[in-house]
């Protein structure tokens, strides 16, 4: 399955180890475990012990806003991210496996700002440059493979529950509307 709405690759970056500047890739290899030769493949990150990520994405546009909103710099590779992407919804891959160049990864859950990026950055308006939503995602490695500037990202399969929710709206059962109603229930 591919979305009407695929994205492209636009920046790759690693860090050796923790605390190191990011280090900009053309291209990239992923492999079991992360991106050859980033801090978190190797255990290092500075959240490996509680809350590391095989790798992480953020969406560009996402970094022109904090720089347009708040005049944070957060580019060539200042976000701490290691795949930026344009084009696509990083929330619709999310619980999604989805095709990142070569490689095949599935998405975990939201990537939070952190403390760590606003002192690295010298800037506390960073926490809310990336609030919600906006901080990224985090994804782990399905299959190894290259992934370069430029490559499309698409989703391959959807999340399970997305593809209920528009089945059901297809046969007529769910709406955005009864699912809205729904919410205010709970």
């Known amino acids: ?22 280090v900009a890739h053309e291209s990239i290899s992923v492999i079991d475990g992360g991106l ?34 708040f005049g944070i710099d957060l580019s060539d590779g200042q976000h701490r991210r290691n795949v930026v992407v ?4 990083l929330t619709d891959l999310l619980d999604a496996t989805f095709a990142l160049g070569d490689a095949e990864l599935r998405g975990t859950r939201l990537r ?32 190894p493979g290259a992934v370069r500037v430029g490559d499309a990202v698409r989703v391959t399969e959807a ?6 929710r528009q089945i059901a709206a297809r046969l007529g059962g769910v709406t955005a509307e009864s699912e809205d109603l729904e919410h205010e229930l709970e």
């Open 159 to 164: 999340n399970p529950r997305e593809m209920g």
């Open 112 to 143: 939070p700002p952190c403390a760590y990026l606003a002192d690295l950055v010298d800037d506390e308006d960073v926490i809310e440059a990336l609030r919600e939503r906006r901080g990224g995602i985090c994804a782990d490695v399905v299959t």
């Open 36 to 69: 050859d030769g980033d801090r978190y493949l190797h255990g290092t990150g500075y959240y490996s012990a509680t809350d590391g990520c095989q790798v992480t994405l953020v969406d560009g546009a996402v970094l022109d806003d904090a720089h347009d909103e």
């Open 1 to 22: 399955m591919t979305t009407a709405a695929d994205g492209r690759v636009t920046g790759l970056y690693t860090t050796p180890s923790s605390g190191e500047p990011m």
């Open 86 to 89: 344009r084009g696509i919804d």
